[in-house]
């Protein structure tokens, strides 16, 4: 009973404070905007872009890259990749792929074969009776 | 009800054909360059050598009738045919021929293409694409859908417990 009588001012409260809170985020995306677009944030992207700090951050991120180069040389220099690599080829797993692919592509290229030459055949038969002048045979869906 | 059988026509049968000439052939060849290399090695005189031919023609004669009597009256396909997916089987009854039936076969499909293949042209005309060889072995050429290597039912019965 007291449940009930506070159910209706409860649901009153949530849906007010659910108005709130998507009014105030409406209003902070907004200032947002206003900042990114305004001079001031322009004037304090270039000033940081043109400092120090960021040429240091360009060269370290640079510096990075040559590191992941010779990182990657000496991964393939290593014997212990290709021990690696040597095993992951041998496995059941991988074998198997790559035997089903195998026969799943030849089964394509039979099932091309299959059909082509089943189109010869009608081709065949329609020429030779046309020059014999004997009626085409009936398709095998006619009783 | 039985679903009515689709006969199998000239170019599809040429290329099964084809298919089986080359495995006997790669298949004897293999067997002739071995036992070549090994005589090779052997001081083997002229008139063994030319017995020795004599005995590889025969042998080769005989394996070619192995291998389609064997084919033809056990599952009706050669592997030529099991890839073009299309079987050998009686006219009447749908089913496999038997061993002698199937030797005579070859031996009619023999006759049929000596005269520069004039015995398959009735495959042409026929209405269940026969060749002469078929006409006269009571044989027909069928489609041969590819089977499931389990039946639906088994599978349908299969349950896969879950990870």
């Not at chain 2, 005189?45 to 080769?60: H, K, M, N, S």
């Not at chain 2, 599952?75 to 045919?81: I, S, W």
């Not at chain 2, 049929?112 to 044989?139: C, I, K, N, Q």
Request: glycine share 6%; net charge neutral.
């Amino acid at each position: 009973m007291l449940g009930r009588a506070l159910q209706l001012p409860i649901e009153l409260t949530a849906s007010v404070a659910r108005g709130a809170g998507r009014r105030l985020g409406d209003l902070t995306l907004a200032g947002l905007d206003a900042v990114l677009a305004s001079r001031v944030a322009e004037e304090a992207v270039d000033r940081a872009l043109a400092s120090r700090l960021a040429e240091h951050t360009v060269d370290r991120v640079f510096d990075q890259e040559r590191l992941i180069d010779e990182t990657v040389t000496r991964l393939l220099e290593s014997d212990e990749l290709w021990v690696l690599v040597d095993s992951i080829a041998k496995s059941p797993a991988v074998t198997e792929a790559i035997a089903r692919q195998s026969v799943g592509f030849a089964d394509q290229v039979a099932e091309g074969v299959r059909e082509r030459s089943q189109r010869l055949d009608v081709r065949l038969e329609q020429a030779a009776r046309r020059i014999a002048r004997r009626p085409a045979r009936p398709s095998p869906e006619s009783p | 009800m039985t679903p009515k059988p689709t006969y199998e026509g000239l170019a599809t049968r040429a290329i099964a054909l084809a298919l089986d000439a080359a495995a006997i052939n790669v298949i004897a060849l293999a067997v002739a360059g071995i036992v070549a290399l090994v005589l090779s090695v052997l001081s083997v005189p002229d008139w063994l050598e030319t017995v020795l031919i004599g005995v590889a023609g025969v042998l080769f004669f005989l394996w070619t009738i192995a291998y389609f009597a064997t084919f033809w009256s056990t599952t009706g396909q050669t592997p030529g045919d099991r890839l073009m997916r299309i079987r050998v089987c009686d006219a009447e009854a749908g089913q496999p021929i038997g061993f002698g039936r199937s030797v005579l076969r070859l031996l009619y499909l023999t006759i049929a293409a000596l005269p520069l293949l004039a015995g398959f042209l009735p495959v042409l005309f026929d209405e269940r694409r026969r060749g002469l060889h078929d006409m006269l072995a009571g044989t027909v050429v069928v489609s041969a859908p590819e089977e499931p290597a389990v039946s639906p039912a088994v599978l349908s019965r299969v349950r896969i417990p879950p990870r």
